[in-house]
T-cell receptor
Framework: DAGVIQSPRHEVTEMGQEVTLRCKPISGHNSLFWYRQTMMRGLELLIYFNNNVPIDDSGMPEDRFSAKMPNASFSTLKIQPSEPRDSAVYFC???????????FGPGTRLTVT | AQSVAQPEDQVNVAEGNPLTVKCTYSVSGNPYLFWYVQYPNRGLQFLLKYITGDNLVKGSYGFEAEFNKSQTSFHLKKPSALVSDSALYFCAVTPGGSARQLTFGSGTQLTVLP
């Protein structure tokens, strides 16, 4: 079975550029989560969706970050404009209705220079 | 608000010896508890969970964890460590119900020495 799919796996961009990260959750899962992982701050929840609706975006650091889930099989996390402090590994995870364990994608390593 | 503490940043154990990775939590109500493992350059992988029932839960790769309500702990254990168990381990908690968010600990780096 295909797990959570994220693209790209690596992204290097210059400060000020727009970055779009993509996620395809596991088929049949109805909750989707975006996390950021850094050495300094560990694993932080940015936003999560339930049935394509954003439920909690309190972890989104600032207005430069936005996330969408136009349908059950696709989500994007956009950073515009990007800054060097956004450099991190961004994970997408999904879970199925009635369960709490989340299944993580391989992550996107973002480097902003 | 809920929180998780993993008091040890690093745990070293010899191959074949038992291992324990510690986790304590704070949450309102009955906790739902989880362990995840992360190998280098990979995403987090679900190991096991406690929702209700038997305090000792068994998971993947021979790992188990014991829920202790009085000590608010959920320590991860394995009777005989393998070098391949070397990885970063995360404990997580949620109050359950309508809340879907997991709160993760800071992680414990486990190194199994040959």
């Amino acid at each position: 079975d295909a797990g959570v799919i994220q693209s790209p796996r690596h992204e290097v961009t210059e400060m000020g550029q727009e970055v779009t990260l993509r996620c395809k959750p596991i088929s049949g899962h109805n909750s989707l989560f975006w996390y950021r992982q850094t050495m300094m701050r560990g694993l932080e929840l940015l936003i999560y969706f339930n049935n394509n609706v954003p439920i909690d975006d309190s972890g989104m650091p600032e207005d430069r970050f936005s996330a969408k889930m136009p349908n059950a099989s696709f989500s994007t996390l956009k950073i515009q404009p990007s800054e060097p402090r956004d450099s991190a590994v961004y994970f997408c995870a999904s879970s199925v209705q009635g369960a709490y364990e989340q299944y993580f994608g391989p992550g996107t390593r973002l480097t902003v220079t | 608000a809920q929180s998780v503490a993993q008091p040890e940043d690093q745990v070293n154990v010899a191959e074949g010896n038992p291992l324990t990775v510690k986790c304590t939590y704070s949450v309102s109500g009955n906790p739902y508890l989880f362990w995840y493992v992360q190998y280098p350059n990979r995403g987090l992988q679900f190991l096991l969970k406690y929702i209700t029932g038997d305090n000792l839960v068994k998971g993947s790769y021979g790992f188990e964890a014991e829920f202790n309500k009085s000590q608010t702990s959920f320590h991860l254990k394995k009777p005989s460590a393998l070098v391949s168990d070397s990885a970063l381990y995360f404990c997580a908690v949620t109050p359950g119900g309508s809340a879907r968010q997991l709160t993760f600990g800071s992680g414990t780096q486990l190194t199994v020495l040959p």
